[in-house]
Nanobody, 121 residues
Framework: QMHLVESGGGLVQPGGSLRLSCEASGSIFSINRMGWYRQAPGKQRELVATTTPGYSPNYADSVKGRFTISRGSGENTVYLQMNSLRPEDTAVYYC???????????????WGQGTQVTVSS
């Protein structure tokens, strides 16, 4: 199994900042892409940001200039720095890893359990 553990969510006032962390552990042969998605109540899950080695990060238009995605030095960790948060950023944020557990296994998407981010005064 590949396990993803997220942390860093919470309640913050509009204009504030939060930093989300996600660490992948367990059976990991290779990781292609790591990223963050979010799902607000009554809405579909949407991409927030992804990072792939050798490529520029990809951001949703709604978070460009406010959020920054980065990989940790250990390569199995991904962060999401969220600045200038708005009430519409309120959602459950999910970590996503696209990778392989073994050299001969399929490349699959793996998901964390999610961390709640609430932006409210």
């Amino acid at each position: 199994q590949m396990h993803l553990v997220e942390s860093g969510g919470g309640l913050v006032q509009p204009g504030g900042s939060l930093r989300l962390s996600c660490e992948a552990s367990g059976s990991i042969f290779s990781i292609n892409r790591m990223g963050w998605y979010r799902q607000a109540p009554g809405k579909q899950r949407e991409l927030v940001a992804t990072t792939t080695p050798g490529y520029s990060p990809n951001y949703a238009d709604s978070v460009k200039g406010r959020f920054t995605i980065s990989r940790g030095s250990g390569e199995n960790t991904v962060y999401l720095q969220m600045n200038s948060l708005r009430p519409e950023d309120t959602a459950v944020y999910y970590c996503n890893v696209n990778g392989k557990r073994y050299y001969n296994s399929a490349t699959l998407d793996y998901w964390g359990q999610g961390t709640q981010v609430t932006v409210s005064s």
